[in-house]
């Protein structure tokens, strides 16, 4: 391994004095600048301090409601019902794409 070339361990399987880790060579996957940042947002009030969560209410998908809704998935088309996991209605060309391919 070089440190062009980080190693990530999000399973903690290099132990503490291995020489991965004694040589600063692993590196947190998430950088510090990210989540500072990132909005954190939390339907369910999982977080016993809200100070911490984003301000606003944020409209959640009646199929996944810990989810935000999705923008262009409004209600307004038959079937609708915010279900988008994998955001292939990222834009309109898109979901007029997978209405048409479904």
Do not use: H
């Amino acid at each position: 391994p070089s440190p062009e070339k980080p190693i990530f361990d999000p399973l903690g399987l290099y132990s503490a004095n291995s020489p991965e880790r004694l040589d600063g060579l692993i590196k947190p996957l998430e950088s510090s600048t990210l989540s500072a940042t990132k909005e954190i947002f939390d339907p369910l009030r999982l977080y016993s301090d809200q100070s911490e969560v984003s301000g606003g209410e944020v409209e959640t998908s009646a199929a996944l409601p810990f989810l935000p809704r999705p923008a262009l998935l409004d209600g307004s088309l038959p079937g609708d019902r915010g279900f988008d996991p994998f955001n292939f209605a990222s834009d309109a060309n898109s979901l007029q794409w997978q209405r048409k391919a479904e």
